[in-house]
């Protein structure tokens, strides 16, 4: 949340309309968190009797399922609304500038939706292995990407709404790549964060 909030007076900068619109656009990631929260409460709980158990790799293999399919979920929504942006934002306003800012986004964050499904069903499964740094290092790398480079951006002479959209997707993408090669390369056979 904190992210979208700096991303909002930043993207302000752009003119109420187009605020307007990422503020339209942003809520759809809201709104994934809930669907990813019902598959990731119960990966917290699947996760954390195998690995109580001992049963690491059957552990590893509910987590790859639970966040293979909070990644098709997520991914699914990215994609139709990628593709068809109005479906959602036709809902919210008629502005032709707030609706291009918020196709803009959907056009480019959109297709990320699945590596974000993905990174946030597998950062509750961590927390049932009790292994969540490299969750949390991933949070911390989107956030500053994220914000980070949507700051650089707004630092330039001209700057572009899509090359802010493109830090937030780059953010999103690293949040999920990050998240998921931790339990690859074995974060949870460690279990030292």
């Not at 196709?103 to 597998?122: D, E, R, S």
């Not at 001209?158 to 993408?173: D, N, R, S």
Request: aromatic residues 8%; positive net charge; charged residues 10%.
């Amino acid at each position: 949340m904190l992210t979208i909030a700096i991303l909002n007076t930043l993207i302000g900068r752009f003119g109420v309309e187009t605020l307007a619109g990422y503020g339209i656009v942003a809520r759809v990631e809201f709104l994934l968190v809930p669907l990813v929260f019902g598959i990731g409460a119960a990966l917290t709980a699947l996760v954390g009797v195998n690995m109580g158990a001992g049963q690491v790799a059957r552990a590893e293999r509910i987590g790859w399922i639970g966040g293979g399919v909070a990644a098709a979920l997520a991914g699914a929504v990215g994609l139709v609304l990628a593709v068809a942006p109005g479906l959602w934002t036709g809902l919210f306003t008629r502005d032709p500038t707030s609706l291009a800012a918020g196709a803009l986004y959907l056009h480019i964050v959109g297709p990320v939706f699945a590596l974000q499904g993905l990174g946030l069903a597998l950062y509750f499964a961590s927390q049932g292995a009790g292994a969540i740094l490299w969750p949390i290092i991933a949070t911390l790398l989107r956030f500053g990407i994220c914000v980070g480079g949507a700051a650089l951006v707004m630092g330039q002479p001209q700057p572009q709404l899509g090359a802010v959209y493109a830090c937030i997707a780059l953010g999103m993408a690293v949040y999920g790549a990050v998240t998921a090669v931790a339990l690859w390369r074995g974060a949870w056979r460690r279990k030292k964060g």
